[in-house]
């Protein structure tokens, strides 16, 4: 008699165990959920019209060792740049990639101006420079931040040729674009691809010389210098 009775209060001992201990896992599951961080969301990228894009030079120096950045055009929504230069040296017979990057937080006039060297500085007892050589080219890259924290990604290729070797080859290329010319002057002549899709060359001299042709075929305002604007037809 009293085995019968002990058989179903075991079966009932057991199925209440595996109740709760469902329930405790269940309860645990629920709060450690709740106890995770909340993810932070990720500004959405903006797109912005053409003419509101800012407007960059990239000028280098006479050496070729450093690079004038100048950025116009800045709308006034936006708060924060943040930039990013990278190229390709060569050191010990190696080609390899360098950058330089900042964080512009405070923009005056709508415009911004930085000397970026191209190479390495220590400035513990007086500023000594070591410089990259075989520097022809790289990428700028620059993230607009606006007042809403929404961003915006701009990139801007680039090629470094000395005014010599712009002379030797007759051409500066970059990308599927080729200038074909004759420079007169000496120094470094840097071509840049804006987001528009329109080149611009500069240069550390005057920029004079004999313009031959473009490929594929583009329109220049002044022909009598070869910096400025070339707008693909």
């Known amino acids: 008699m009293n085995k019968q009775k002990l058989i179903p209060v075991a079966l009932i001992a057991s199925v209440i165990i595996l109740i709760s201990s469902a329930a405790f896992f269940i309860t645990r599951s629920k709060n450690n959920t709740s106890n995770l961080p909340t993810p932070t969301p990720v500004p959405r990228l903006l797109e912005i019209p053409e003419n509101e894009k800012p407007v960059i030079s990239i000028i280098p120096t006479s050496d070729g060792y450093w690079l004038n950045l100048e950025i116009t055009n800045i709308p006034q929504y936006i ?112 071509l840049v691809l804006n987001p528009s899709n329109t080149y611009s060359l500069f240069s550390s001299g005057s920029g004079k010389g004999k313009l031959t042709s473009t490929s594929p075929e583009s329109e220049k305002e002044d022909k009598l210098l070869l910096t400025g604007d070339y707008l693909l037809k």
């Open 79 to 190: 708060s924060q740049i943040e930039y990013d230069l990278t190229y390709t040296a060569i050191d010990e017979d190696f080609e390899i990639e360098k950058g330089v990057g900042g964080t512009i937080e405070e923009v005056a006039d709508n415009s911004f101006t930085r000397k970026i060297l191209l190479g390495t500085e220590s400035c513990t007892n007086g500023c000594k420079y070591k410089y990259d050589t075989g520097v022809n080219g790289g990428n700028l890259y620059l993230t607009l931040i606006t007042n809403d924290n929404q961003v915006v990604d701009l990139q801007y290729p680039f090629t470094l040729l000395s005014a010599a070797d712009f002379k030797k080859a007759q051409q500066i290329e970059l990308k599927d674009f080729i200038i074909n010319a004759q420079p007169s002057d000496t120094g470094f002549y840097l």
